[in-house]
Antibody, heavy 120, light 109 residues
């Protein structure tokens, strides 16, 4: 059974930093592209960042480019999102999502999400 | 990258069919047959219901179907059931990024 479990969310002040983690199990993690998707309170989904299975290729949405860094440790089956210079508008539930098989451009499994609140 | 355009809300009675549109541009929906759709119930994570325009993952009801014309993709739900009441999001590959629609709240009357 595929499981994605996010952690690391919490309350942080504007300008602060936070690192999110996503522990994966039930599939061949190193072969799967992954993404982070966020959802602000009462709002829609927003793609944040993506990474290839081997970690070589990374992609970012315009709103987080230069502030967020996606990475992965395939030996630990874990995906990360390092966030710096956080702003109030980064407040959201952050979901870890697995890309479809054979690199399909869809998200077939999602974690339960971790809440990040940026506030003073 | 601008969000794809979806109606804010749609409604239908049990047994009826509804269609949710998702309008993009030639940079996303119009250029790739890589639209996916997600269902999200309150407080839950999104669930994949269609991918690559019209393909259903295992376990998803055949009451969900998808199509595309030009830069507009559509999700049709037939035989509406109470449990279909949820938010629905379209999503498209857009080159080196991915873009979601703003979401549509489906109310089953």
């Amino acid at each position: 059974e595929v499981q994605l479990v996010e952690s690391g969310g919490g309350l942080v002040q504007p300008g602060g930093s936070l690192r999110l983690s996503c522990a994966a199990s039930g599939f061949t993690f190193s072969s799967s592209a992954m993404s982070w998707v966020r959802q602000a309170p009462g709002k829609g989904l927003e793609w944040v960042s993506g990474i290839s299975g081997n970690g070589v290729n990374t992609f970012y949405g315009d709103s987080v480019k230069g502030r967020f860094t996606i990475s992965r440790d395939n030996s630990k089956n874990t995906l990360y999102l390092q966030m710096i210079s956080l702003r109030a508008e980064d407040t959201a539930v952050y979901y870890c999502a697995k890309r479809g098989r054979s690199g399909g451009y869809y998200f077939d499994y999602w974690g339960q999400g971790t809440l990040v609140t940026v506030s003073s | 990258q601008s969000a794809l355009t979806q109606p804010a809300s749609v409604s239908g009675s049990p047994g009826q069919s509804i269609t949710i549109s998702c309008t993009g541009t030639s940079s996303d929906v119009g250029s790739y047959n890589l639209v996916s759709w997600y269902q999200q119930h309150p407080g839950k994570a999104p669930k994949l219901i269609l991918y690559e325009g019209s393909k259903r993952p295992s376990g998803v009801s055949n009451r969900f179907s998808g199509s595309k014309s030009g830069s507009t993709a559509s999700l049709t739900i037939s035989g509406l059931q109470a449990e279909d009441e949820a938010d629905y999001y379209c999503c498209s590959y857009a080159g080196s990024s991915t873009v979601f629609g703003g979401g549509t709240k489906l109310t089953v009357l």
